[in-house]
């Protein structure tokens, strides 16, 4: 596609449910990152692949959290057991290489909420 | 480790004056310094960056910010503000050396509003 999509872009769930978050990247590109927004804050790395190589998962905030990125496209973000704290923007960026020099392309984010 | 930070949480400029949103960064290395735009509801737009070269870049909708290395800044300016300019404003960087972390590392955000 034309951009980074994300979908949901808008989840309400219960506490203690389980979420998965969708991002679908730019054809072509071969890094993509996850980010966390939350009310008032910066952005939070959360996740990053690269090709077919390990992901860097250096700041995934606990064992609650996943990712997996199926065929080198398309990425899910996992979140168990939802807590209150895990309320954020989730944003979801690509970039054409490791090292890109042209820096990210992010999509819209999922909105997640949990009461 | 690779840092940045964006003193004011909030800058406030009239229409028509220039604006100055600030953005200082710490890194082992030479630094690759981005700005992102974030209007409501929406992902993050790339601005500009700096990767090597000329100190003043020139990014999108008449923004430039200049690389000071001694004072290792990269604060992001404009002109003449527009009412459209209001949004959020992220500095952003990452450092391209063996070990380091590969992702970008971004500041706490710029809230901009300029008043008509």
């Known amino acids: 596609g034309a951009g980074v999509s994300q979908s949901p872009s808008n989840k309400v769930t219960e506490k203690g449910k389980d979420v998965e978050l969708r991002c679908d990247p730019i054809s072509g590109h071969t890094a993509l990152y996850w980010y966390r927004q939350s009310l008032g804050q910066g952005l939070e790395f959360l996740i990053y692949f690269q090709g077919n190589s390990a992901p860097d998962k250096s700041g995934l905030p606990s064992d609650r959290f996943s990712a997996e990125r199926t065929g080198g496209s398309v990425s899910t973000l996992t979140i168990q057991r939802t807590q209150q704290e895990d309320s954020a923007v989730y944003l979801c960026?690509?970039?054409?290489?490791?090292?890109?020099?042209?820096?990210?392309?992010f999509g819209s984010g999922t909105r997640l909420t949990v009461v | 480790a690779q840092s940045v930070a964006q003193p004011e949480d909030q800058v406030n400029v009239a229409e028509g004056n220039p604006l100055t949103v600030k953005c200082t960064y710490s890194?082992?290395?030479?630094?690759?310094l981005f700005w992102y735009v974030q209007y409501p509801n929406r992902g993050l737009q790339f601005l500009l960056k700096y990767i090597t070269g000329d100190n003043l870049v020139k990014g999108s909708y008449g923004f430039e910010a200049e690389f000071n290395k001694s004072q290792t800044s990269f604060h992001l300016k404009k002109p003449s503000a527009l009412v459209s300019d209001s949004a959020l404003y992220f500095c952003a960087v990452r450092v391209y050396l063996s070990g380091s972390a590969r992702q970008l590392t971004f500041g706490s955000g710029t809230q901009l509003t300029v008043l008509p």
């Open positions: 890194v082992s290395g030479n630094p690759y």
């Open positions: 960026a690509s970039s054409l290489q490791q090292g890109d020099r042209g820096g990210y392309t």
